[in-house]
């Protein structure tokens, strides 16, 4: 996973140098494929232009697939071998292996929210949900999958379900969605030229949350807030009760 994050992110970088230009990307890393298979992939959020060394902002006049492609194999293959040497693993290196890495762009004719809204799903690594659609048949499972509008079917066994299942859950710690560019932290104080030059409105922040009663419908108020600290005292309320009688039968 790191290895394809830096290899994307050096990709994306040689192609803002071509133009003279601090591009921004949004990259989401994720592992399944139909049927819950492992398929490692990446998928590169790219902004439709950059900002040159004055801070003007300029539209990317085309994506240059074959500087992409040739730079992530490239630096994949040099970052995957230096890990695996690192953790003393023996392998006989292909490079054949490098020129199956394919790069596919389009151009999203849907809005920001929903391009998210599909990213966000599999954040956690996982991209079926356990709760829904799944059918079990004696040692079999059957589950389905929307791609791209359409609805496939898979049925595996139980255990190869299970094994596929987890397999895509992350370690911990692990971050799978990063920002590069443009869209870094560092270069946040440079979206604000960016956004009055392209007459963007600055996003506005979200109305907080409220939580409704149940019961009479109103908004909850928080009366009190505890912190880690405060264990003991929170564990007084909690005993204010006391817990249910037993009753021998």
Same mark, same amino acid.
Not at 41 to 70: A, R, T, Y
Not at 135 to 159: I, R
Not at 188 to 199: D, E, G, I, P
């Given at each position: 996973?790191?290895?394809?994050?830096?290899?994307?992110?050096?990709?994306?970088?040689?192609?803002?140098?071509?133009?003279?230009?601090?591009?921004?990307?949004?990259?989401?890393?994720?592992?399944?494929?139909?049927?819950?298979?492992?398929?490692?992939?990446?998928?590169?959020? %790219?902004?439709?232009?950059?900002?040159? =060394?004055?801070?003007?902002? $300029?539209?990317? *006049? &085309?994506?240059?697939?074959?500087?992409?492609?040739?730079?992530?194999?490239?630096?994949?293959?040099?970052?995957?071998?230096?890990?695996?040497?690192?953790?003393?693993?023996?392998?006989?290196?292909?490079?054949?292996?490098?020129?199956?890495?394919?790069?596919?762009?389009?151009?999203?004719?849907?809005?920001?929210?929903?391009?998210?809204?599909?990213?966000?799903?599999?954040?956690?690594?996982?991209?079926?949900?356990?709760?829904?659609?799944?059918?079990?048949?004696?040692?079999?499972?059957?589950?389905?999958?929307?791609?791209?509008?359409?609805?496939?079917?898979?049925? %595996?066994?139980?255990?190869?379900?299970? =094994?596929?299942?987890?397999? $895509?859950?992350? *370690? &911990?710690?692990?971050?799978?969605?990063?920002?590069?560019?443009?869209?870094?932290?560092?270069?946040?104080?440079?979206?604000?030229?960016?956004?009055?030059?392209?007459?963007?409105?600055?996003?506005?922040?979200?109305?907080?949350?409220?939580?409704?009663?149940?019961?009479?419908?109103?908004?909850?108020?928080?009366?009190?807030?505890?912190?880690?600290?405060?264990?003991?005292?929170?564990?007084?309320?909690?005993?204010?009760?006391?817990?249910?009688?037993?009753?021998?039968?």
């Amino acid at each position: 996973m790191d290895s394809l994050f830096a290899a994307s992110k050096e990709a994306i970088l040689s192609v803002g140098e071509k133009f003279g230009l601090l591009l921004g990307a949004l990259l989401v890393f994720q592992s399944h494929g139909r049927g819950l298979s492992y398929k490692p992939h990446m998928h590169c959020v %790219l902004s439709s232009g950059g900002i040159d =060394e004055q801070g003007v902002w $300029h539209k990317l *006049p &085309n994506i240059p697939f074959e500087i992409i492609s040739k730079t992530i194999a490239q630096i994949f293959r040099e970052q995957i071998l230096k890990r695996i040497d690192t953790l003393d693993i023996p392998i006989e290196e292909d490079k054949s292996v490098c020129r199956r890495y394919r790069v596919f762009a389009t151009i999203h004719d849907n809005n920001a929210e929903a391009i998210v809204d599909y990213l966000a799903k599999t954040h956690h690594g996982v991209s079926l949900d356990i709760s829904q659609g799944i059918k079990k048949d004696g040692t079999m499972v059957e589950f389905s999958e929307n791609k791209n509008g359409k609805v496939l079917y898979t049925k %595996l066994t139980q255990a190869l379900f299970i =094994e596929r299942y987890f397999n $895509h859950i992350p *370690p &911990n710690h692990s971050v799978t969605t990063r920002y590069c560019g443009l869209y870094a932290n560092r270069c946040k104080a440079f979206m604000h030229f960016v956004r009055s030059q392209l007459y963007l409105e600055e996003p506005k922040e979200k109305a907080k949350f409220s939580e409704i009663c149940e019961r009479c419908h109103t908004v909850l108020l928080i009366e009190k807030q505890y912190s880690r600290n405060e264990v003991v005292e929170f564990s007084h309320y909690l005993q204010l009760h006391g817990p249910p009688e037993v009753v021998a039968i």
